[in-house]
């Protein structure tokens, strides 16, 4: 690689540890966006993001701090999921229904249904947030969690700063309307990518047509989930405040999409909305793997080891977020030493393999040693020093 393209590259932004530790071109996609007009939408805030690299495709008023209603039980889910996966809740671990948290038999609001004082279990509880979208589960599993509603909140505002959810504060485990109890569609699409990264298996709630509980069946809201194949998520809100809101994802081939709408006027709309800013994405960007994770790209010399290579392989899929119309004009440079001195530890890194268009690095990926490498003994080690020397002398 020449050092010009490395110099551009040096300026490429790092992508949080979610973003798959792939580095990208800042300047790249805004150039690419503007070939391509977003469709229309009446909502009051929208995102287009894409998932592998967290670029925003398309958006109206983006960082715009808004009611997110329920959408706000996104955060709730994921704490909850995250500590399920920690071993520090378990599926089964029974969750109290206080009188607080009750609904008593409310139809104004989502609820679950628990009975009063009676318990759930923490799996039951969290298919009753994400599909029923369950007031009652929310605060049940933020008492059970924190002790009340309010520190609970305190943990889904630390959790935010660490996803980098700067537009966003909670007031509640819910989304029912309070002063200063605001989400951004940006953050909203920062936490729907964390939900699909971090969740483990528990992400395949979202997609769950339905859940029964206490003999009442009740369908997810996500009106996309039965029209459109390709969508596995994320979640519904409403309030009269916050208008109707759908965070949803959907994964095509090499590409996923996270789409976020705001202050719809329906619940129709919103379900249009999402669906034609998917379409819309889908049709003019592609997700270009390159490389996959794990292939051989080269064998490179080794010095003072008893064998002359190690084998060099991708740490992480290679890909390239573009328009369709460039898609082909993506090519490959490998940046790795002439050689390597043992010992070699297995996976460390040696080079990276980079993407380049129009002759700008957009993407890399380390490349590491597939096995460690000892390092020969002291006797043949002094000899080869000698003979590489020389070599070095020759060649001057």
Known sequence: MTLSALTVFSSARCLPAVALGICF??????????????????????????????????????????PPASLTKMMTSYLIEQRLNDGSLSENEPVRMSENAWCRGSSSQSCMYVPVNSTAPVIDMLRGIIIQSGNDASKAMAEHLAGDEASFAALMNT????????????????????????????????????????SGNYYSLYSEPSFTYNGITQGNRNALLTTDPTVDGLKTGHTSAAGYCLVASSQRQNMRLISVILGSKSAQSRADDSRALLNWGFGHFATVVKAPKGQTVTDVPVRYADIEQVNIIISDTLQVLTTKAMQDNITTVLDVPAYIDAPIVKGQQVGQLVAVMDGKPVAAVPVIASNAVAETGIIKRLWQRFVYWLKDKVNQ
């Open 25 to 66: 071109y800042v300047g790249y996609m805004a150039n690419a966006q503007a070939v391509a007009t977003a469709p229309t939408i009446e909502a009051s805030a929208y995102v287009l993001m894409d998932y592998n690299t967290g670029e925003i495709l398309a958006q109206k008023n983006a960082g715009a701090a808004l």
């Open 159 to 198: 959790e935010a700063q660490k996803l980098g959810m700067t537009r966003s504060h909670f007031v509640n485990a819910t989304g029912m309307p309070a002063d200063g109890h605001v989400a951004s569609a940006r953050d909203l699409a920062v936490l729907a990518r964390a939900i699909i990264q971090n």
